[in-house]
């Protein structure tokens, strides 16, 4: 069982970063590979990033690439989505996902644990 709670979401302008962070209850954390997905208003929940459970693999959606970056720490039970150059498009509610895939994966099905999502709103 994993519990996971994110924080870290906010109001930014067009242009500015965020760091969203994403704190896990439990012994097995670091057998789990991890994911961030988002979900705008009327949208699906779409993948951002995933990362595996060692924190060698990471993989990004095609909208997010260059501008987002995930990362782990296994020692605190925690992982972390620093945003940068945010966009309106951006603009969504954003999970933290936990998957026993260990190798990181981009399929919503695969995660078993979730987040309750933080929000994160870019002005324009």
């Known amino acids: 069982q994993v519990q996971l709670v994110e924080s870290g979401g906010g109001l930014v302008q067009a242009g500015g970063s965020l760091r969203l962070s994403c704190a896990a209850s439990g012994r097995t954390f670091s057998s789990y590979a991890m994911g961030w997905f988002r979900q705008a208003p009327g949208k699906e929940r779409e993948f951002v990033a995933a990362?595996?459970?060692?924190?060698?693999?990471?993989g990004y959606a095609d909208s997010v690439k260059g501008r987002l970056t995930i990362s782990r720490d296994n020692a605190k039970n925690t992982v972390a989505l620093q945003m940068n150059s945010l966009k309106p498009e951006d603009t969504a509610v954003y999970y933290c996902a936990a998957s026993p895939a260990r190798y990181y994966t981009t399929r919503r099905d695969d995660y078993d644990y979730w987040g309750q999502g933080t929000q994160v709103t870019v002005s324009s």
């Open positions: 990362i595996s459970w060692r924190g060698i693999s990471k």
